[in-house]
């Protein structure tokens, strides 16, 4: 691809680089990457539903929102390809399930965790954070479930560890210690408005100079962080059915806790 960053999918793509050159790979990267977000999101909601439609609207929500459409047309494919995050928290549910199998789930979530470190550190990062809030939460809601399958957790986090461990030592050392390494911040630290999720900003249907600057000359477009009051609304509408699926507690409070990071 056009950015040597991009390693896992530029080894992907390799034949169509070769072939066609680098903008036409990276075009099909942008193009397939909120498709296998989607995906993700799609199998994701498979542990809370079987219907058919709930899954496309769950999947479709995850591959349209804003963060990834924000950053497609940005190019930015490190935070469009994110199918990671709901990966591993389908993993993380699977383990915590009866007759979880942690020694497979770990070997996933090391091959997963290797294959995100070479395709962008940001979701990884991210991911981290939002699997540990998922953790607090399981442990304070539903420590019962911990307890029960400490012997799967400690499986994965050994086989994953030492998988993922072995094959990061140098990346990891390249980055922290080796050529790579660097000191203070690179970019302005910069938060979110307690209100933007609701509030999608100004002049979202013009263009924007920032934004045409990289290339892309269509409408500004809402927040990467703006979810909507309709949203919002149908979340809280389906509070009462959150009785089947005690871990949909634990979710929307790490989505609370998230929200409330952001600032």
Known sequence: LSNT???APAAVLSPITLLFGPIASFNVANLLAPVLSGWAAFALAGRFSHR????????GLYAFSPFIMRNTVLGHLDLTLTAYLPLVL???LNLLSRGGRGKQIGLWLGVLTIIQFFTGLEVLALTAVTGTLCAIGVLIWRPQFVVAARQQLLDAALFGGI???????YPLWFYF???RHLVGPLWRVMSSRPWSIIWPGRDIFNANGRLAAVGYLGPKGPGADYLGIGLLVAVMASIPLWRRHRSCVVIAGVGVA???LEF
């Open 177 to 179: 210690e080796g050529p």
């Open 258 to 260: 998230s929200w409330a």
């Open 163 to 169: 998988l993922s461990g072995v094959v990061l030592a």
């Open 5 to 7: 960053s991009w390693f």
């Open 52 to 59: 058919a439609t709930i899954r496309i609207v769950a999947g």
């Open 90 to 92: 389908l993993l993380g």
